[in-house]
């Protein structure tokens, strides 16, 4: 019974046109694709594509350093996060504010810790509100960004930092267009030109 049924299948098959046995065998093609394509589709998106954040850099850091005038603006201590936040801010420069935060509450420990990372050979003055005094640090960036403020004509720059109690520093400079912003952060920093183009992101505020 099977032999006979073979046998007729292939008699049809025969008598058929080939461009009419194409027609047939065109669904059937188009199912398997279909069904391939889903397949392979669904593999492609379910892969997870490492996409690089410039204000992380993929935890990747680069050597920066500062020498600057500098005013103690606040000095908090915070028992419940035992820690003590200490900020600065500059005069007569671009870089406008300095955030150190120390994993110390102990007031003698802060200013030996503020001293070294500030390059001050007395520490006993560091933590004084209005003392005014000149430092240079030196510390990994971890990102930067840079938002250009057109209507201002401004740029803001905040430096995040990494493995360091040096948080972060904001500079304020008074240009807009990206040649002078890097050539300004390449002095400013002690950054090369490839440094730039790794570590720093913009953003346009019209």
């Not at 028992?79 to 504010?97: M, P, W």
Request: proline fraction near 2%; include cysteine; glycine fraction near 2%.
């Amino acid at each position: 019974m099977t032999t006979h049924i073979f046998i007729s299948m292939l008699y049809w098959l025969q008598k058929l046109h080939y461009s009419q046995f194409t027609l047939l065998l065109l669904p059937l093609f188009l199912i398997s694709f279909a069904s391939c394509g889903e397949s392979f589709t669904n593999q492609i998106l379910s892969r997870s594509y490492n996409t690089t954040s410039k204000l992380q850099a993929d935890k990747q850091t680069v050597k920066a350093q500062f020498a600057v005038n500098v005013l103690v603006t606040a000095v908090e201590v915070e028992k419940k996060r035992e820690s003590t936040v200490v900020e600065y801010q500059t005069a007569n420069s671009v870089l406008k504010k300095i955030r150190f935060v120390l994993p110390v509450t102990e007031v003698n420990t802060a200013k030996t810790i503020i001293a070294q990372e500030m390059g001050q050979t007395q520490a006993k003055d560091v933590l004084q509100v209005g003392r005014k005094m000149q430092v240079r640090s030196a510390f990994k960036v971890l990102g930067i960004l840079a938002e250009i403020e057109k209507k201002r004509g401004v740029t803001l720059v905040t430096v995040n930092t990494a493995n360091s109690i040096l948080q972060n520093l904001e500079f304020e400079y008074p240009v807009t267009d990206l040649p002078t912003i890097k050539t300004t952060l390449i002095q400013q920093l002690g950054l090369s030109r490839e440094d730039i183009a790794r570590f720093v992101s913009y953003r346009v505020k019209n």
